[in-house]
C-alpha cells in the first residue's frame, strides 16, 4: 500500500523542453497537421536506417564506376538517387573529389546543414560552435585534431553548407586496395572522411 | 520519404558511429515534427534553416551545458516561433498546454499512464 507516501501520489513532470514539446505534439495531433504514426516512423527512420552507410554506397560505386563518378560530380543529387537515397535536405547535393594536393572539408557554419540521406544525421560536434567556427578560420589545426595530418603543401577547401547546397567530400581511394569489392570498399568508407574530417585508410 | 538501401547490406553500422542521434526522446519528437510539418508543405526548408540559424546566432541557453542538448533547444525554439508565425499554432496556445501538461503529470499517481484530462 503506496497511497500514504506523498511521493507516489504523483508524477514528477518532465524538463521543460520534453512538456514544450508534448504542448506542441498534443495541438498538432488535435489539428491533424501531423500523424503519430507519421512521427515514430520518422524517427525510426532516422535513427535505425538512413545513415553514413548511404554515402559510403555512393563513394565505393565512384570508387569503381568511372562513368558513375562523372555523373555524381556533374549532378551529384540524380547520380545519388540513382543508388535510390534521396528526400529532405539532400536536394541540391554537390560532391567535391578530394585529389592528390587537394583536400575538401565541409561545415555549415549558420546551424547544420547536412546531407541526411547519404550520411544520416549529423553528429554532435559538427553541430556545435567550435567546429563551425574554426573549420572556416583555422581547418588545419582542426584537422589535427581529428588526427589528420596534411603535407603542408596540400590545399585545404572548406565548403559552407546552406540551405541551398549540401556538400559530400569523396575522398580518394586507399592504395593497395584494387582486388576488393565495392562492398568491401564501402565498408572502409567512414563518415568522417566524407565531411572531410577523416581520409579513407586500407584495412 | 527517402527510399534506403536495405538494412542488413552493411548490418555492421546502420546509424552513427559515434552513439545515439537523439539524447533524450523530446530531441527526437522535435524533429519528426518538424520534418512531417516541412513534408506536409507548411514550410520550406529554408525558411527552417532561416529560423533555427537565427536560435543559434543569439547564444546557448545558459541553463544547458550538453552540446546536443542546446542544439535540439535551439531547435525546438525556432519550430514554436515557426509554428506561431505559420499560425498553425500560437505562443498562448502553446503555454497554456504545457501548463496543463504539467498539471496532468503532477494530478497522476506515479506509474500510472498520463492523460491531458488529468489536468483538472
Known sequence: MAKHDHDHEHTAPPSDPALRVKALESLLL??????????DEIIDTYENKIGPRNGAAVVARAWVDADYKKRLLDDATAAIAELGFSGVQGEDMVVVENLPGLHNMVVCTLCSCYPWPTLGLPPVWYKAAPYRSRAVSDPRSVLDEFGVTLADDVEIRVWDSNAELRYLVLPERPDGTDG???????????RDSMIGTGLVQAP | MAETLPIDRFPELPRDEEGPVFSEPWQAEAFAMTVKLHEAGHFDWSEWVTYISTEIANGAPPDEVDDNAIYYRHWLNALERLVADKGLSSPPELVDRKDAWRRAYENTPHGEPVELTSAG
Do not use: F, H, N
Request: charged share 25%.
Open chain 1, 30 to 39: 488535435e489539428k491533424g497537421l501531423i500523424d503519430a504514426a507519421a512521427l
Open chain 1, 180 to 190: 576488393m569489392s565495392e562492398d568491401q570498399l564501402a565498408a572502409m568508407v567512414t
